[in-house]
């Protein structure tokens, strides 16, 4: 087929599911092409030695990316964020007709940064048929900053129409299915496809000594925490957990966030000594981190809307065979739950964690080597990149209306 990508994101930016899907279905005998920004996340600025024009396409074999200029400097404010959102659904509704007009089918990676341009774009379009892979159901980004919350009605209101338009809907999480039939789309048209990892990189690995020398300290059990230490993550309760326990485990927080400073300044003030902070890391280096630890620890907050997402970090440790100690209530601890592979308790009870954290000091070593293994074969068989892509792959053809063509499904033998 013909199928073409909407994404506000795309590599070079650590886009890496609309990325490795364009890579994986052209090399599937498919033409895809691509219509995305210039690459500026997460610094907000364009990566040096590119420049916004508005011609800059750029073609290997079956793949086109076209690039379309935006406004930069999206971390700044709400204001900016939006500015950066409006200005790619003006430049990629104009490029539409001649990037996309005659495809097959359309992906869209839905953010709430690609709303815009997805109405945009599909108005446009007209009877191209639409598969949505939705990763957020609402604009939550900055609706406290925006004070009346216009934003986040015209993003809602965008949303549900893109909804109730498209020929097909996958979402990223299984809870979230529930709010996007009830944000207005068909029931019928809805399927969950679970994200997966840049496997690439996430994989099991054996640490070397700095790795290790890093990591650990004497021979207690390390619970780390790897990624953005801010709102979402309620990290305070994971400091609290470890304080209670520091003869025990260490916790070990690798990464940098909003929230830094508040949870480093609770830690000192806890004299929590078993907890330390690790400054950002390059991605390659974290499966080496991933192993040098005991257990990965996935946090999220006691929000509604946190109920139906599963963080990325769930699948990296997943696919790096890490057993996961989890703080987070609906899909994500579901997920770890029924793989058997790790622990979970509610979210933001740091009792609960304290618990779970002594428990997890307890494991045998061969136990969580095995924990690890039922994390990895679930995270083959439910998430990986293989698998993801033939649901993707059938949601397409099933929007062309060309089922009947539909290749086999690969097996996953890795």
Known sequence: MKIGILSYHFPPEPAFIPGSLAEALAARGHEVRVLTGFPDYPGGHVYPGWRQRWHHETHSERLTVRRVPRYTGAGASTGARMASYLSFAGSATMAARRVLGDVDALYVFQLPATTFAAAGVLRLLGRVP??????????????????????????????????????????????????????????????????????????PATPDAAARQLVRRDGRCVVMHAGTIGARQGLETAVRAAAALDRTMDLVLVGSGG?????????????????????????????????????????????????????????????????????????????????????????????????????????????????????????????????????IERLLYEAAGRVEELPAPRMNLA
């Open 130 to 203: 639409t598969v949505l892979h939705v990763q957020d159901v609402w604009a939550r980004d900055g609706v406290a900053e925006a004070g009346d919350g216009r934003w986040a009605t015209r993003m809602s209101a965008a949303m549900t129409r893109i909804y109730r338009s498209a020929a097909r809907v996958a979402v990223a999480a299984p809870s979230m299915r529930d709010l996007v039939v009830a944000a207005g789309a068909d029931p019928a048209r809805v399927q969950v496809v679970l994200n997966w990892t840049d496997e690439r990189i996430f994989h």
């Open 259 to 391: 929230e830094e400073r508040r949870v480093r300044g609770l830690a000192a003030e806890l004299g929590a000594e078993n907890i330390r902070f690790v400054e950002r890391r390059s991605p390659v280096d974290m499966p080496q981190l991933y192993a040098a630890a005991d257990y990965q620890l996935v946090m999220l907050r006691d929000l509604p809307e946190l109920r139906g997402m599963v963080p990325g970090k769930l699948q990296a440790a997943l696919s790096c065979a890490a057993p996961v100690v989890a703080s987070a209530g609906g899909d994500t601890a579901e997920l770890v739950e029924r793989a058997r592979a790790g622990l979970s308790c509610p979210p933001e009870d740091w009792a609960a964690l304290a618990d779970r954290f002594w428990l997890a000091a307890t494991i045998p070593g061969p136990e969580r080597v095995e924990m690890g293994r039922r994390g990895r074969a679930a995270y083959l068989r439910e998430m990986s990149l293989p698998a993801g892509v033939d649901r």
